[in-house]
């Protein structure tokens, strides 16, 4: 997957989850810190995102302190630049 | 074996988002908005899981003076928090409602599911002992097993009680269940301590200290039930259809366990169904586990909606575990 599906992938899976169009994110922002996604949603993003990418994100992680729901990392996961357990504080 | 009537009992104790926020630091409006809950009731520190379910027994037999005590052959009490350890509550339920000591009297320990697995059991045990009066009733006070500060739980749940009186004479037909478990979920939605492998005391555990006093809480990984049950509730509403030879439209209305407003709108979304046919109905009780279908029923009793109808019960969670079948109510 390369980076642009990658971003593409996350965008659809935010307009499913929010149920509107106009999404801007950028590489730097964080869905949980800017609150783009309440605790539920987030759930609901990460499900979405898994069934258009096919990549798994383990139930045991926390997807907050993780920091992978920063677009960035998400990215690097998506394009395989970095597995799971290269976020802080995962033990998979 | 039929559903003749249901009665239900909440305690007096009632606690809105206000407090849950003063106590967790969570947010309001989120709850109400998004869990659908406004407020729940909760048992105060003397009450206990008996008292609620007897509540429930008593406005049951008040409600239908043909059910006579000495005629109930079964009662089953559907519960993962009962008053003692041991005891069974059944036990101390036949004695304080006064019914026969020929009563068959036994608990079953299952959450969310309980319900949907307890009236099958009990249609079962009815037919096989030729039972003609039962009760089930379902009472899980999760306020005495939860953390005040843990947000995740005390947003979502409530204490309840109900008590469903089955009848071989007549009522709403139970039809054929389709049901599953998957073990490997079990720690999401777990009280890890208090059974035989973290006892709170015993031979080799007398020193209390050594139990987590965190451990006595209930837990509960909301991202894994919620995948659990976007993943086999669809399939076990499919296969329970198939069972009982009905297609999806023939449902009037769908009464799953109302776990929270938004996994219960994500499912309808999911399969398709129509908002009027999949009622949410939580704002005053939360998530009252095994009791939150028979509320379900008993406030669409209540208002008259429920003759000639079909209504699909899903019941899913601790465990994990599931449960689904129709009820087929006549003309009465």
């Known amino acids: ?92 | 074996m039929k559903i003749r009537d249901i009665a239900i009992a909440l305690p007096a104790k009632r606690i809105d988002n206000k407090l849950i926020a003063e106590w967790t630091g969570g947010d309001e409006e989120f709850i109400k908005n998004k869990i659908g809950i406004e407020s729940r009731t909760f048992l105060g520190e003397d009450e206990s899981q008996i008292d609620l379910s007897m509540q429930a027994c008593e406005n049951l037999f008040a409600k239908n003076p043909e059910l006579a005590r000495d005629k109930v052959g079964l009662l089953i009490v559907v519960t993962q928090n009962p008053a003692y350890k041991l005891p069974h509550s059944s036990a101390i339920l036949q004695n304080k409602l006064a019914l026969s000591v020929n009563t068959a009297c036994f608990d079953i320990n299952l959450g969310c599911s309980g319900y949907v697995y307890a009236l099958s059991v009990a249609k079962a045990f009815m037919i096989a002992e030729n039972i003609d009066e039962a009760i089930v009733v379902t009472c899980d006070p999760y306020s005495k097993i939860m953390d005040k500060s843990d947000y995740e739980t005390i947003s979502v749940f409530g204490d309840a009680a109900t008590a469903t009186w089955l009848s071989s004479a007549k009522g709403a037909v139970i039809g054929m269940l389709d049901y599953g478990t998957d073990g490997a979920g079990a720690q999401h939605l777990m009280v890890k301590s208090g059974g035989s492998i973290f006892p709170h005391k015993g031979i080799w555990h007398e020193n209390q200290t050594a139990v987590n006093a965190d451990d006595f809480h209930v837990k509960m990984n909301g991202r894994a039930i919620f995948n659990f049950m976007m993943k086999r509730v669809p399939s076990s509403v499919d296969a329970c259809l198939r069972k009982n030879g009905l297609s999806l439209s023939a449902v009037d209305y769908f009464f799953f366990h109302q776990a929270s407003k938004y996994l219960i709108d994500n499912l309808r979304e999911k399969m398709n169904l129509p908002e009027d046919k999949v009622p949410v109905e939580m704002k005053d009780c939360g998530n009252t586990v095994s009791s939150s279908i028979p509320i379900l029923i008993h406030n669409f009793m209540l208002r008259g909606l429920l003759p000639n109808k079909k209504c699909l019960i899903c019941g899913f969670g601790v465990g994990l575990s599931w449960a689904t079948n129709i009820i087929s109510f006549g003309g009465e």
């Open chain 1, 1 to 92: 997957m390369t980076q642009h599906e990658a971003l593409n992938s996350i965008t659809t899976a935010l307009r499913k989850v929010l149920k509107r169009d106009n999404i801007e994110i950028t590489p730097e922002t964080d869905l949980a810190e800017k609150k783009i996604l309440d605790s539920l949603d987030r759930i609901v993003f990460v499900m979405e995102l898994s069934e258009l990418t096919g990549k798994d994100f383990p139930e045991e992680i926390d997807l907050v302190k993780t920091g992978i729901l920063k677009v960035h990392n998400l990215v690097d996961f998506l394009t395989g630049v970095k597995n799971i357990s290269d976020f802080a504080n995962i033990k998979v």
